[in-house]
C-alpha cells in the first residue's frame, strides 16, 4: 500500500507542488507562482490547483476546489502584478458540489492577458484565509491574428496511471511548451471504467508504478467516485502547471461514464458494478463532470455539452457530443432515420445547421468526440458512426450526410472535423471522387490521442464518406495498449496565420516530434 500511503501526504500537504524538471521548467518559464500551500491546517487550501476554460474575446471560465466549505474571491487583472484588479462577489465552495467552484469572468478587453486569483476564506472562521492561487489565459481577438491550439483525448486509460518515476503525464508539458492559445480535450477525459493497480509489469522490462487513491483502486459508481476520477488526473504535476498557463475546452465520451455506454450497454454480468443502471451512472458522471471542469453553463439546458466558441474573426469552434443523444448501439444499418439512428439528434443537428450558417469565421472547426469514417467495433455492435458496409449511408450515417449534404448546399466553406478516440493519430481525407455517398464537397478529419493512455490501432476504414489515410502513425500489428513510456503519445498543433489565414496542422508526439503536416488555404468567398 505504499503508492496509497504516499498520496495521503500528497493530499495533506501537497509538500511539492512541481516535482518534475520539465513541470519544474514550465512554471518558471511561465512566469506564475504555483500555489503556496500553509502547513497551517486552519487556513483553507486549493486542492487541485486551477482550471480556465471556454474562454472567447469578452469572457472566460475559472475553476477552483477548497479542501473545506468556504467563501472563495475571484479577481482579475490585466498584469501579473493585480494593479487595478477588479473583485468579483465571492462564491461558495460547499460539499453539495464537492467544493468546487467555476464562475464565468465576464466583461474582460479582447486579445488581453488576463490574470486572475482566487482566495479562500473558511465559512466556519473569517480569520482563516487562504494563500492565494493564480492562472491566467488570453482572450480571443476581435480583429485578425495568428492563432494556436492544439487538440488530444484520452487520460490515464488502460491502467496506465501517474508514473512519477516516469515523469507522470509529460504529454501536457511538452504542448505547453508550445504557448497555446487554448486546448481541446476531445473526451475520455478521465477513465471511471478503468481501476489502477499500483505496479504493472511491463512486457519491455521494468515496472510501471502509478500512485493510487481509493476512488481509482475500482470502477466508478457513486457520485464521489466519479469526482474522485478527475481529482486523480489533477494531481498529476504536468497537467496542474499546464492548467494554470492554458485555457481547455473540454468534451466528452463514454470512458467518462463506462466504455461504449448508450442504452444498449448491459453491465448485468459484470461483476465489477453493483450499480447496474446505465443511465443512473451517465447521471452521476455528467453532474462530476460539469462540477470538475471550467465548461460553461447552458441555462437552457443544464449539463450540455455540445456549444459553440467563437474565436476572433478566424476561427469558430463547434463542439458536438456524440454519446448524450444517440440511440442505442446496433448494427447501424437501418434504413430509415428515427431515435434508434441518432448520434446527434434533431435539435443537436439543428443548432450545428443553424451556428455553421451564421459564421462569419474564416475557418470553421468541428471538434468531433468520435472518427467518422473509422470502424469502432462494441462487440456484434457498432459504437461509432461507421458500419462497415461501404454503402449508401444508413444507421447513424446518415445524419453525418444529412450535415455534409447541408454544408455543401449553404455554400459553407473552410471546415475541418477534429477528433480522438481511437488512440493513435492520423490523417484522413474525405472525398465524393472516393464515397458511396457523394453529395458532399471534400473536407479533412485529423485524429490525435492518447496524451496519457494505451496506444491501440489502427482501424479499418468505411468508404461510406471516402475517407483516404494520408499519414498514420500507430503500434506495430499485434502490439496493443502499449504504455505511455514507448513514446506513442500524440496531440495535433494548428496554426492559423493572422496575415494569410492559412491553417497548419501539425501530427505531434510526446517527444514535441512532429510527425506530419500540412497547410490548408482558404477558400475565398466572393
Known sequence: MAARNRYSQLSLSRRRFMVGTGAAALTAASGLAMPAISRAQSRPQFTHGVQSGDVDASSGMAWVRADRPARVDFEWATTESFQNAKRLHSLDATPNRD?????????????????????????????????????????????????????????????????????????????AGHDLDFFIHSGDTIYADGP???????????????????????????????????????????????????????????????????????????????????????????????????????????????????????????????????????????????????????????????????????????????PIGLLVPDGDRWEAVANGDDSDPKGREMEFAEILRFIKAAGITNTVWLTADVHYTAAHHYSPDRAAFQDFEPFWEFVSGPIHAGTFGPNKLDMTFGPEVRYVKAPEEGQVNLPPSMGLQFFGLVEIDGDTEAMTVRLMDVADTELWSTTLEPVRQG
Open 99 to 175: 467544493l468546487a467552484v467555476k464562475r464565468l469572468l465576464a466583461d474582460l478587453p479582447s486579445d488581453q492577458e488576463i490574470f486572475w486569483r482566487a482566495t479562500a476564506t473558511d465559512l466556519t472562521d473569517s480569520n482563516a484565509v487562504s494563500e492565494p492561487i493564480i492562472g491566467r489565459f488570453r482572450t480571443a481577438p476581435t480583429s485578425k491574428r495568428s492563432i494556436k491550439f492544439a487538440w488530444s483525448g484520452d487520460t490515464a486509460g488502460q491502467g496506465w496511471g501517474i508514473d512519477e518515476d516516469k515523469g507522470g503525464m509529460k504529454t501536457y508539458t511538452t504542448m
Open 196 to 370: 489502477l493497480k499500483e505496479e504493472v509489469e511491463l512486457e519491455s522490462g521494468g515496472t510501471w508504478k502509478n500512485i493510487v487513491i481509493p476512488e481509482k483502486e475500482k470502477v466508478a459508481e457513486t457520485l464521489d467516485e466519479y469526482r474522485g476520477q478527475w481529482k486523480y488526473n489533477m494531481m498529476d504535476e504536468n497537467l496542474q502547471a499546464f492548467n494554470a498557463q492554458v485555457p481547455t475546452f473540454f468534451q466528452w465520451d463514454d470512458h467518462e461514464v463506462v466504455n461504449n455506454w448508450s442504452s444498449s450497454k448491459d453491465l448485468s454480468e459484470d461483476d465489477r458494478y453493483s450499480v447496474k443502471n446505465v443511465m443512473l451512472l451517465a447521471a452521476r458522471a455528467g453532474q462530476a463532470f460539469h462540477e470538475m471542469t471550467p465548461i460553461r453553463y447552458m441555462p437552457e439546458e443544464p449539463g450540455r455539452v455540445y456549444r459553440t466558441i467563437h474565436y476572433g474573426p478566424l476561427l469558430d469552434v463547434f463542439f458536438l457530443d456524440l454519446r448524450s443523444y444517440r440511440g442505442a448501439n446496433s448494427d447501424n444499418t437501418q434504413e430509415q432515420a428515427s431515435d434508434a439512428t441518432a448520434m446527434m439528434g434533431a435539435q443537436q443537428i439543428a443548432w450545428l445547421k443553424r451556428e455553421l450558417t451564421n459564421s462569419n469565421a474564416t475557418w470553421k472547426v468541428i471538434a468531433c468526440d468520435m
